[in-house]
C-alpha cells in the first residue's frame, strides 16, 4: 500500500513539473502576426479584361498572382488572401471589402496594358492619386475602372463616383493618404525590379484615382504588368517563363518592402549571429605627412535607417536583432527606426555593413543635425 501511494506522489509529481515546463516553452514561442497581403488577380468571369487575338488580360493576371502567392504562402510571416482563385467575375468594390474585412497590411492588384500605338511598352505601377496626369494615363484610369459598369446596381454602390472621370472621388482621397508613402515605396521597388531583371521599359511610378485602390483601406498598388497590344510582350505575358519572371519581380519586391517596413518584434536571440560591431569612436586629424583622416563634424551624427512602420516599437536593442543604439522618430504617418549615433560617415558605413548582414538589406545612412534628419 505504501509503495503504491509513493507510486501516486510520483506521478502527480512528474505530471506538474511537465505542465510547468509547457508553460515556460509557451513563453518562447509566442507567435509574431503574420504579414497580410491580398493578391488581386484583375478582371475575371465575362470581364476578360484587354483581348488581343487569342490572348486575354484575365487569365495572365490570374497565373501571375497564383505564381506570386504561392511563393509567399511557403514564408510563414506571410498570410496570402485572394480576391479570386478561379475564372470568375468579382466585382471592385468587393476585391476591395476583401482586403478591408482581412485588415490586410497590402493590397496588390495586377493587370496587363494596352494602348492605340503598338509600339508602346513597358510596365508601370500606379497608386492612390488626384492628379489628372496625360490623355494616355487617363485612358489606362478609364478602362480599369469601366469594369465598374459590368457590375449589377452598380449606380448604388458607386454613389458619386463617374468611372470614366478619374476625378470624382477626389474629395473623399484625404482618408487614404496616409498609406501613400508605404504605396510609393513598394511601387518603385516593383519598377526597379522589372527593370533590373526582365530589362523592361521602365514607365515609372504614376498615381490615379482607381476604384480599387480607393475603395481599400491600406497601402495598394496597381500593376501594369506589361502591352498587350504590343507583340513581344504579348508573347513574353502569355508564356510559362514570362508569366514566371513577372511573378518573380513582384514576389521580390514585397520582399523587399516586408524586410524595411515590417518589424517583428519578437527576436530569438540564439539566432542572431555574433557579429562584432564597431566602436562609434570620433577621429583625429593626422598629420599631412600620413594621409588625410576624417574628421567628426561638430553637430553632426549619422544614423541608419533599419525600417519604418505603422507600428510603435520599443526602442531595445533586443527588438532589432541586438544592433545598437536604438532611437525611433515619428515622421508623418509612420515610425522611422535608427541604429547608432556615429560622428563620422566611416563609422557608420561600418555599422550599415552589420546591418546588412542581420537582414535588414533596405538599411541607409541619414544624417541628424539640430533635430532634422536627412538621407545622405
Request: glycine share 6%.
Amino acid at each position: 500500500m505504501k509503495t503504491k501511494i509513493l507510486l501516486f506522489i510520483a506521478l502527480v509529481a512528474t505530471a506538474m513539473f511537465a505542465t510547468a515546463e509547457t508553460a515556460v516553452d509557451s513563453t518562447i514561442t509566442v507567435p509574431v502576426k503574420p504579414f497580410v497581403i491580398v493578391l488581386d488577380a484583375g478582371h475575371g468571369g465575362h470581364d476578360p479584361g484587354k483581348v488581343v487575338g487569342s490572348v486575354n488580360e484575365k487569365n495572365i493576371a490570374l497565373v501571375i498572382v497564383k505564381l506570386v502567392g504561392a511563393r509567399l504562402e511557403r514564408n510563414p510571416a506571410f498570410k496570402v488572401i485572394y480576391t479570386r482563385k478561379t475564372d470568375v467575375f468579382i466585382p471592385l468594390s468587393e476585391r476591395a471589402a476583401i482586403a478591408n474585412r482581412a485588415k490586410a497590411d497590402f493590397f496588390v492588384s495586377v493587370h496587363c496594358n494596352a494602348a492605340d500605338a503598338h509600339g508602346a511598352a513597358g510596365n508601370e505601377t500606379w497608386v492612390l492619386g488626384t492628379s489628372r496626369g496625360s490623355e494616355a494615363n487617363l485612358e489606362v484610369v478609364r478602362r480599369e475602372n469601366n469594369v465598374i459598369l459590368l457590375e449589377d446596381n452598380y449606380e448604388e454602390r458607386y454613389v458619386g463616383f463617374d468611372p470614366k472621370d478619374p476625378s470624382s472621388f477626389a474629395g473623399a482621397l484625404i482618408a487614404t493618404e496616409e498609406y501613400l508613402e508605404s504605396s510609393i515605396d513598394l511601387a518603385a521597388k516593383v519598377q526597379n525590379n522589372f527593370l533590373r531583371d526582365l530589362a523592361r521599359k521602365n514607365r515609372g511610378v504614376k498615381q490615379a484615382n482607381f476604384a480599387v485602390l480607393r475603395l481599400s483601406y491600406m497601402p495598394s498598388v496597381l500593376i501594369e504588368t506589361g502591352f498587350l497590344t504590343n507583340a513581344e510582350e504579348k508573347a513574353f505575358l502569355n508564356s510559362d517563363a514570362g508569366q514566371q519572371k513577372v511573378a518573380n519581380a513582384i514576389f521580390n519586391s514585397i520582399m523587399q518592402y516586408h524586410t524595411n517596413r515590417d518589424i517583428n518584434d519578437f527576436v530569438i536571440q540564439d539566432l542572431i549571429p555574433d557579429i562584432a560591431i564597431p566602436d562609434a569612436v570620433a577621429e583625429k586629424a593626422s598629420t599631412p605627412a600620413t594621409g588625410q583622416v576624417e574628421i567628426a563634424k561638430k553637430g553632426i551624427v549619422y544614423k541608419i535607417q533599419l525600417a519604418a512602420s505603422s507600428s510603435k516599437i520599443e526602442e531595445q536593442s533586443s527588438n532589432f536583432k541586438n544592433l545598437p543604439k536604438i532611437s525611433r522618430a515619428h515622421i508623418g504617418n509612420l515610425y522611422k527606426y535608427f541604429s547608432g549615433a556615429e560622428p563620422t560617415e566611416k563609422a557608420a558605413r561600418e555599422l550599415l555593413a552589420v546591418a546588412k548582414s542581420r537582414g535588414y538589406t533596405e538599411a541607409f545612412i541619414v544624417i541628424e543635425q539640430n533635430g532634422v534628419i536627412k538621407k545622405l
